[in-house]
């Protein structure tokens, strides 16, 4: 070994050291979400990362993992967006925070009108007017429920309580959001704490029957709402669903008509919907928002994750003038009182109004489409591989579903389930690729900032995983 070489390994050693360091230290205070402790840290040994960059992860250790997750979807620009965080550093240097109840300030009033300006609309509907701010997804989502069933209360409509939720949904693990899941990890526990949803057949083309195409697997499912919202007329307030994607539920995937179709349910029985694009909003569909790939537009639109570029928690609700004006009254008891602490924060705002500004600069949505088939591309040639039952594809998100270790098609993936799932995620960090799976799915959800040789070697490690995993 020279001299370099042996430098090298004692930089090495040392840096390893630090990371199983700070190992240690957060097993000892540490309560990790979505994770059984136990398993630390042997099954699923923790990676202390350092930094960021773009589309890397850099751990104390010196290695450099792809991000293929976006880190739970929400760092859609990359790591470290100097353009965000100059932003975050000149709000935070200004107005870290002040209350919104009474007080206002430039970020919220600027953000709410760039909502606005691009949210969803659709020829002949009133277009979406406000926004309500709110810390995270899962608190965006309690918020349009409560509206939902207020706005029906004050409206003299009491009997309508009732949210119609689809299959294999997810929309957050806050109880009212949870009441409307169906992912059965996380609800069976604290099924009886939970207000009684009513579900309806996902339009998940994985699902289609023999020679049913996926618009034919939407309609189908679609003429199933009609049947529930007729059997509970005058009962239901709101249809909450995902629009194209469901992610939590292993990343399934259906057409556009399922949502044309619901929107014209919702306006025939009277119906709110409540479209959750808290993980397919800004441009991870290939459009702005999945709803403009139906052409149509929600009465309540919930907005988080890539909202900031994945650099602060933020959440928005956008709502109908229409909805806003059931709240006008004398009466506090008529208006909108759910609030938290950090609503509206300023340098989340800031941090927001940035990463909306990176799409123009950037023609980012072109710049997406040509991404997203780069990622097609090397995603179709897994397709043959035998471990492979399905691979589906939506703009930036691609789903690579293995052969199942158990009940193959009911949709109850849940992340790092074990088995081949987690056997794929270890083969995949170990050679410097941060793959979460969903029980048996693999998926690509990268930050648009992703480049040729990283997708190389996103598909490269993806396929030797699937060796791993099915072996």
């Known amino acids: 070994m020279n001299g370099f070489d042996h430098d090298a390994a004692i930089l090495a050693a040392g840096r390893e050291r630090l990371a199983d360091g700070w190992r240690q230290r957060d097993l000892e205070v540490l ?6 402790m136990r398993e630390h ?38 790591h470290a967006e100097p353009r965000i965080a100059a932003a975050i550093a000149r709000q935070a240097a200004t107005l870290e925070h002040v209350i919104l109840a009474g007080c206002t300030h430039a970020p919220a009033v600027e953000l709410a009108e760039r909502l606005l300006a691009i949210a969803p609309r659709q020829p002949g509907r009133a277009p979406l007017a406000k926004v309500f701010y709110a810390d995270n997804g899962s608190a965006g989502v309690e918020v349009a429920l409560k509206m939902a069933f207020h706005w029906f209360r004050n409206a003299g409509e009491p009997g309508r309580t009732k949210f119609v939720a689809l299959e294999n949904g997810y929309h957050g693990e806050t109880l009212g959001a949870l009441a409307v899941g169906d992912i059965p990890l996380y609800r069976r526990v604290y099924a009886p704490l939970l207000a009684e949803a009513l579900f309806a057949p996902s339009p998940d083309a994985f699902l289609a029957q023999p020679g049913e195409d996926a618009e034919a697997c939407a309609h189908r499912a679609a003429d199933a709402l009609a049947a529930l919202l007729e059997a509970h007329r005058g009962e239901v307030c709101a249809l909450i669903l995902e629009p194209l994607v469901q992610c939590a539920g292993a990343m399934r995937m259906h057409h556009p008509a399922y949502l044309r179709r619901a929107r014209e349910l919702c306006d025939a029985h009277g119906v709110l919907l409540i479209a959750d694009e808290i993980a397919v909003g800004f441009g991870r569909t290939g459009t702005m928002f999945a709803c403009e790939q139906a052409g149509i537009a929600p009465d309540l639109l919930c907005l988080s994750k890539g909202l900031t570029g994945g650099s602060l928690p933020l959440a928005a609700v956008l709502a109908t003038q229409a909805i806003f004006d059931g709240f006008l009254d004398d009466s506090r008891e008529r208006a909108f009182l759910h609030s938290h602490s950090y609503t509206g924060n300023p340098v989340a705002c800031a941090a927001a109004l940035a990463s909306l500004s990176i799409f123009d600069s950037d023609d980012l949505l072109a710049r ?20 492979v039952v399905d691979v589906r594809q939506t703009g930036m998100v691609v789903a690579i579903e293995m052969a199942h270790d158990t009940a193959a098609r009911d949709g109850t993936a849940v992340e790092i389930a074990g088995g081949r799932g987690l056997r794929a995620y270890r083969h995949a960090i170990d050679r410097g690729v941060l793959l979460r799976p969903l029980g048996d799915v693999l998926y690509w959800m990268p930050p648009y900032c992703i480049g040729d040789e990283a997708l190389d070697h996103l598909a490269d490690v993806t396929r030797s995983a699937i060796d791993a995993a099915m072996g």
């Open 31 to 36: 309560w990790h979400p979505c994770t059984q």
């Open 41 to 78: 840290p042997h099954v699923l040994p923790l990676v202390p990362i350092a930094r960021g960059e773009g589309e890397w992860l850099v751990g104390m250790d010196g290695r450099r993992y792809l991000d293929a997750v976006s880190s739970w979807w929400t760092c859609i620009h990359g």
């Open 368 to 387: 997406n489409r040509a991404t997203a088939a780069a990622m097609g591309e090397r995603a179709t040639a897994l397709r043959a591989h035998p471990g």
